[in-house]
């Protein structure tokens, strides 16, 4: 397999685990509105600093 190759397996298992990620959330929490769902896999995949700073209103929203 050349670098092309390695390039879409790479970008295939990214797109898998997050589609999985957010699969759980949704089973998780069927409570949640797709905004909430946002929320939580972004505090999920970001380090926490880094969240609040960019969504402070998002604070309470647990994954």
Same mark, same amino acid.
């Given at each position: 397999m050349g670098? %092309?190759? =390695?390039? +879409?397996?790479g970008v295939s298992? !990214? =797109? !898998?685990? +997050?589609d999985l990620l957010l699969t759980g959330l =949704? &089973?998780?929490?069927p409570e949640f509105d %797709?905004?909430?769902? &946002?929320? !939580?896999?972004l505090q999920l995949v @970001?380090? =926490?600093?880094?969240? @609040?700073v960019a969504y402070p209103e998002a604070r309470n929203v647990l994954p």
């Open positions: 670098p %092309e190759g =390695r390039l +879409r397996a298992l !990214a =797109r !898998a685990s +997050r =949704r &089973k998780r929490h %797709e905004n909430q769902i &946002k929320m !939580a896999y @970001l380090p =926490r600093d880094l969240f @609040l």
